[in-house]
C-alpha cells in the first residue's frame, strides 16, 4: 500500500470524521457513541456490585488486566506511539496493540492523534482537551462532544499512517475493542475457574471503568494539582496521587517539558510502573533505544522554577528601602538631624538607619545602642563590639532612612 492509500484510508475512517457545527443544538453535538459508553458502563458495573460475588481469582484476574490493558494505553499509545520515547520488537508491538484496545479508548492512530495535538497546542482553543475548561470537560465532557473541524489543532501524523501494525490495528479496532475489552477478560474467568458473572462484571465492565478514569485522570487532575517543578507556563502538574491514579503518568510537569523521554517520574523513590516497566521488557530485548533528555537540562528547568518561586517568596518580604531610592545627606545635615530634631539614627556601611523603636529591644543593652547615636557604627557592628549575625543584618535593612555621602578625601 502506498503512502497515498495510506493517508486516503485513515483520513476518510469514519472514526476520524469530525465535522460538526459549532453552534448548533447540544444533543446534535454529543458525540453518542462515546456518551453511551462513558454512562452506560459504570452503571452496568454498579449493577454487578450489587448482584455478583467477587471470587478471589476473579479479583485477581481483574486487577491484572487492569494493569495489562492500562500500561498498552500509558507505555503503548502514550509513551512508544504518540511520542517515540523508545522501541520495541514487532511482536511485543502487536501485544501493546492489542493491550491499548482491550482499553477501550479508541484506536492508536486516534489516540495519538489527539494527544500529539493537546501536545503542541496545551491550554488554547486548539487543544482537545483544555484543562481551562475545567475539570469534567477535561476528564471526560471533551470525549462526549463531536470536534469542530474548524477549531481544533493539527499534528504531524505521518509516522503513524507508515505503521502497519497501528493501521491494522485502526482498521479492525471495533472488533478488537470488543473482544479484548469484554469477551476475552470473561472467558478467562468463566473458562478457567466458572466465574462468567464475575469474569464479565469485574474484569471486563468495572476493570474498564477503572482504566478509562485512570486515563482520564490524566487530561484533568495532572492539569489541576500538584507542582510546577519544570516550567509554569502551562497547566501540567507534578504530583504523587496522579501519579498513583494513573499508572506514574501524574509527574506531568516533566512529561510535558520533556516529553521524549521515556520516563515521567526521575527519581528512584517515585510511582511510574509504566517505566519500570519498559526497562523491564528492555533486559528481555523487548524494548530498546530508551530515550532521555540530558539530566543537565533537566536540572536547569528544575533550578530555574525553583529561583523563580524564592524570587516570588522574596517579594512578600519587608527587605526595607533599597539604597538608590534613599535620600542622601551631607554629613552637616546628618549631624542636624540628631541635634535638632533628635533623631535616633545611626550610621553601619555608609547607610542611616533609625533605631528609635528599636533601642529597648536592643539584645546588647540600651545603653550600648545609645551610645552609637549619631555615630559611624560600622565597626563596631562587623566585629569590634560583636559580630552580628545574618537575622540582625536583615532586621537593620528594614530600618534604613538615608545614605550618608561620603567625603572627598584630598
Known amino acids: 500500500m ?4 495510506v493517508k486516503k484510508s485513515t483520513r476518510n475512517h469514519p472514526l476520524l470524521k469530525e465535522n460538526s ?7 446534535k453535538r454529543l458525540n453518542w457513541t462515546h456518551v453511551v459508553l462513558l454512562t452506560t458502563t459504570p452503571l452496568i ?3 454487578g456490585f450489587f448482584t455478583t460475588p467477587i471470587h478471589t481469582k476473579t479479583l485477581i484476574w481483574s486487577i491484572v488486566y487492569y494493569y495489562i490493558t492500562g500500561l498498552g494505553i500509558t507505555a503503548g499509545y502514550h509513551r512508544l506511539w504518540s511520542h517515540r520515547a523508545y522501541k520495541v520488537t514487532p511482536a511485543y508491538e502487536v501485544f501493546l496493540a492489542l493491550a491499548g484496545a482491550g482499553a477501550v479508548e479508541g484506536s492508536i492512530f486516534w489516540w495519538c492523534r489527539d494527544h500529539r495535538v493537546h501536545h503542541r497546542y496545551t491550554d488554547t482553543d486548539k487543544d482537545p482537551y483544555d484543562a481551562r475548561k475545567g475539570l469534567f470537560y477535561s476528564h471526560i465532557g471533551w470525549m462526549m462532544l463531536k470536534k469542530d473541524s474548524k477549531v481544533v489543532g493539527r499534528a504531524d501524523v505521518t509516522d503513524l499512517e507508515e505503521n502497519s501494525i497501528i493501521l491494522w490495528q485502526h482498521k479492525y479496532y471495533a472488533h478488537l475493542a470488543l473482544f479484548f475489552g469484554f469477551i476475552f477478560p470473561t472467558l478467562v474467568a468463566g473458562y478457567l475457574w466458572g466465574d ?3 469474569g464479565y462484571f469485574y474484569a471486563a465492565v468495572a476493570r474498564l471503568v477503572f482504566v478509562h478514569h485512570a486515563t482520564f485522570c490524566v487530561n484533568s487532575i495532572a492539569h489541576w494539582l500538584g507542582e ?3 516550567d509554569d507556563k502551562h497547566s501540567p502538574r507534578d504530583h504523587f496521587i496522579t501519579a498513583l491514579l494513573t499508572l506514574g503518568e501524574g509527574y506531568h510537569n516533566f512529561h510535558h517539558e520533556f516529553p521524549q523521554d521515556y520516563r515521567n517520574a526521575i527519581k528512584f523513590y517515585q510511582y511510574d510502573p509504566t517505566k519500570w516497566l519498559i526497562l523491564l521488557t528492555s533486559l528481555f530485548g523487548l524494548s530498546y533505544d530508551l530515550k532521555t533528555f540530558p539530566q543537565n537540562e533537566v536540572k536547569k528547568g528544575e533550578l530555574q522554577m525553583k529561583e523563580k518561586k524564592i524570587v516570588s517568596e522574596k517579594l512578600k518580604l519587608n527587605w526595607g528601602s533599597p539604597v538608590e531610592k534613599l535620600p ?3 554629613q552637616e545635615e546628618f ?3 540628631i541635634k535638632k530634631s533628635n533623631r535616633k539614627w545611626i550610621v553601619i556601611n555608609n547607610i542611616i538607619h533609625d533605631v528609635a523603636d528599636f533601642i529597648e529591644d536592643h539584645p546588647g543593652g540600651k545603653a550600648l545602642i545609645k551610645s552609637g547615636l549619631g555615630k559611624n557604627m560600622t565597626d563596631a557592628f562587623t566585629g569590634g563590639v560583636y559580630d552580628h549575625s545574618n537575622a540582625a543584618r536583615n532586621l537593620l535593612s528594614t530600618m534604613r532612612v538615608g545614605v550618608l555621602q561620603q567625603t572627598k578625601k584630598m
Open 228 to 230: 510546577t517543578s519544570f
Open 2 to 5: 502506498s503512502a497515498k492509500h
Open 335 to 337: 549631624e542636624t538631624q
Open 328 to 330: 542622601v545627606f551631607t
Open 45 to 47: 458495573a454498579l449493577y
Open 196 to 198: 462468567w458473572r464475575g
Open 21 to 27: 457545527p459549532s453552534k448548533v443544538p447540544l444533543y
